[in-house]
């Protein structure tokens, strides 16, 4: 017996390290999920609470909805009340089995709000277990691709330079780590479009098959009721779900928002006596959503920036005998009162320019078919060059390479004392502008590349740096380098011998895989950013709608003024052509203007074709078209939802489409 124990006691100490290992191994990666899971709470929690903030308005004053709950003919979840109201919607949640709520209700009713109170109650009691709720906005799915694959997608394309990487959105996405709060299920189609044909009913599909271990996942969706109801008429339906309908605000709960934003009481008593005496007139109907009480609010309450004198008197709603003359009426107030009473910079921006500008947007969103990038809502900035014509864009782009590219490729060939009217030396110089060209007029534009240089404090980031480096231009550089150096090889052998030339070849190539791989490297995403001091804090700010060709630019700028260095300098250090200065000038010189240009057309698309686009809309939107939409959101005009800017309103983008006159 204890021949036998002896005999065993190799197997067991070697399962036992085993079965350590392996359990050392699940722990941290259990401690790795939940570190990103922090970081994106945190960042969600940044980005929801100022949205919020702009969607209530001045005061914090939030109207407490009441919303009621719509049981359907089969598959309800349990555990739903019969009635509910904004400020405990979180318990009303967590007593759903499973947690799946529909969440719908008129036009500014306050869906959008209501989804933002619960995903940040949620939060506020959030464990480390619990999964992060997440608002997606569904106008941007084509519901082709897998509603997993799009939520991974849609998580690293917001938070890909604040620490979660494309592995990493896969990870919380498939480990139920987040909980998906869709937005606007009714903007996915046209009224028109056949309810067999339409995205949203693909989307419900989807939606009910998404199932975790236990069963039917965890979601949250938003739509307007009469949308809804036609799906439901037809059996299409979030199933294992609670729907709640928000109702309209009583008169009380107007009067009460309405004094809560004035500073003067008194100016408006006639319309507060009008809501009590008439609940059902004109006023009172078209003052029982949030929206158009926030509408009123900015409108009367705007002062004069001289005598801070109001502008006008809220008395002027009586004389109005529908409430669609109401609501036309607030929303052609709205603009000039956001406008004055926007605190930054006054006077930037003329009320007419912004109805012009914001009305070319909303007619772009408008007549973009259903299904493609810009449609529904969504004003994703690297997506808007189709609006200046997809033809036009692209010709400007691709004339603009020519115009830059070819030049200075001659210029740096000359430097480099290849003779320029030499077929074979030319001959790889010329392939790479018309590929450039070629490039630039394509249809299909590549996504932003994010800028890496600000990784490169942490260890960790520099020694995944100099992989990538390696490993791109042991790949794709040597490749290019090798091509590229063919010609001048040649040349140089029928002038100095085959020796010579093959020394000449060999400096170019290496010069050229060594630029590729820095440049390439720069411009794109290393590996997992959260052990850097930022990410672990959790309190990473939310990538900005306009970070994406921002970043691009930049990664393409910095990758090209680099790489272009880093030839010159390889080049004349390999060949021993030139002393150390002129080879550190001739690098600067090359890094500072042949380097970007290239940098622009090889490794950027996204930023580049949304500046050609800008050039191309010159006089119907502003030379600044990212600032200016900055400006709107903090005035109150659009939304942020990831990287996408909205209309504050679906109601604000109709009616700018339909009046593009200010």
């Not at 014509?389 to 390479?401: E, F, H, Y």
């Amino acid at each position: 017996m204890a021949a036998t124990l002896i005999a065993l006691a190799p197997t067991v100490s070697a399962s036992y390290v085993a079965w350590a290992a392996y359990q050392r191994d699940h722990t941290e990666a259990a401690a790795d999920v939940e570190a990103k899971s922090r970081t994106l709470a945190g960042v969600v929690m940044v980005a929801e609470t100022r949205q919020r903030a702009q969607l209530i308005g001045e005061g914090a004053k939030r109207i407490d909805l009441a919303f009621g709950y719509r049981r359907e003919r089969a598959n309800n979840t349990a555990g739903a009340a019969p009635e509910g109201h904004l400020t405990e919607i979180v318990a009303y949640y967590r007593a759903l089995s499973p947690a799946r709520l529909v969440i719908t209700g008129e036009p500014g009713a306050g869906k959008t709000l209501l989804a933002l109170e619960l995903l940040l109650g949620l939060l506020a009691g959030r464990t480390d277990t619990d999964p992060v709720p997440v608002r997606f906005s569904l106008a941007g799915w084509d519901t082709a691709r897998p509603l997993r694959e799009w939520l991974a997608e849609q998580v690293h394309d917001r938070l890909r330079d604040r620490g979660i990487t494309v592995e990493d959105a896969r990870l919380l996405v498939d480990e139920y780590r987040v909980l998906p709060v869709l937005d606007g299920l009714d903007e996915m189609d046209a009224d028109t479009t056949p309810a067999g044909r339409r995205r949203a009913t693909e989307a419900l599909a989807q939606l009910n098959a998404y199932q975790d271990p236990v069963g039917s996942a965890p979601v949250v969706l938003t739509c307007r009721t009469a949308q809804y109801d036609h799906l439901v008429a037809r059996d299409v339906r979030m199933r294992e779900a609670a729907r709640v309908d928000i109702h309209s605000v009583d008169a009380a709960q107007a009067a009460a928002y309405l004094m809560a934003r004035t500073t003067d009481p008194d100016r408006w008593a006639p319309v507060l006596h009008v809501l009590t005496a008439e609940p059902a007139g004109p006023v009172a109907t078209a003052l029982s959503t949030p929206w158009q009480l926030n509408l009123a609010a900015a409108a009367y309450e705007q002062r004069h920036p001289d005598t801070l004198a109001p502008v006008s008197d809220p008395a002027e709603l009586l004389a109005f005998t529908s409430p669609e003359a109401v609501h036309d009426h607030l929303l052609a107030a709205y603009l000039p009162a956001a406008t004055g009473q926007h605190p930054t910079r006054p006077g930037r921006y003329r009320p007419e320019q912004v109805h012009r500008w914001l009305a070319t947007l909303a007619t772009h969103l408008g007549t973009s078919p259903a299904g493609t990038s810009g449609a529904g809502t969504d004003l994703v900035l690297h997506q808007l060059w189709p609006q200046a014509g997809s033809r036009r864009v692209r010709t400007v782009d691709a004339l603009l390479a020519a115009l830059l590219i070819l030049p200075l490729l001659l210029l740096t060939q000359t430097l480099l004392g290849f003779s320029p009217h030499q077929v074979l030396s030319a001959l790889p110089i010329t392939i790479i502008g018309l590929v450039a060209i070629q490039r630039a007029g394509r249809s299909e534009v590549p996504q932003p590349r994010t800028r890496q240089l600000h990784r490169l404090r942490d260890r960790a980031q520099r020694g995944q740096l100099v992989a990538r480096v390696l490993r791109t231009g042991l790949t794709v550089g040597i490749a290019v380098g090798g091509a590229v150096g063919i010609g001048p090889g040649l040349n140089a052998g029928f002038d100095g011998g085959p020796a010579h030339g093959i020394t000449v070849a060999l400096s170019v190539a290496f010069s050229v895989a060594l630029a590729v791989g820095v440049a390439a490297a720069l411009s794109n995403p290393l590996g997992d950013p959260t052990t850097t001091t930022a990410h672990r804090s959790g309190l990473a700010a939310p990538t900005r709608p306009t970070s994406p060709v921002l970043d691009d630019l930049v990664a393409g700028v910095l990758g090209g003024f680099v790489g272009g260095a880093v030839f010159v300098a390889s080049l004349a250090t390999v060949s021993l052509a030139a002393g150390l200065v002129f080879t550190l000038g001739l690098a600067i010189v090359a890094g500072l203007v042949v380097g970007p240009v290239l940098g622009i057309y090889y490794f950027t698309g996204a930023g580049r074709r949304y500046v050609v686009f800008l050039c191309c809309s010159r006089g119907r939107l502003p030379w600044r078209l990212g600032p200016f939409l900055d400006w709107s959101y903090e005035a109150g005009l659009l939304r942020v939802s990831g990287i996408a800017y909205q209309f504050r309103h679906r109601e604000l983008q109709d009616w700018l489409a339909t009046h593009p006159i200010p």
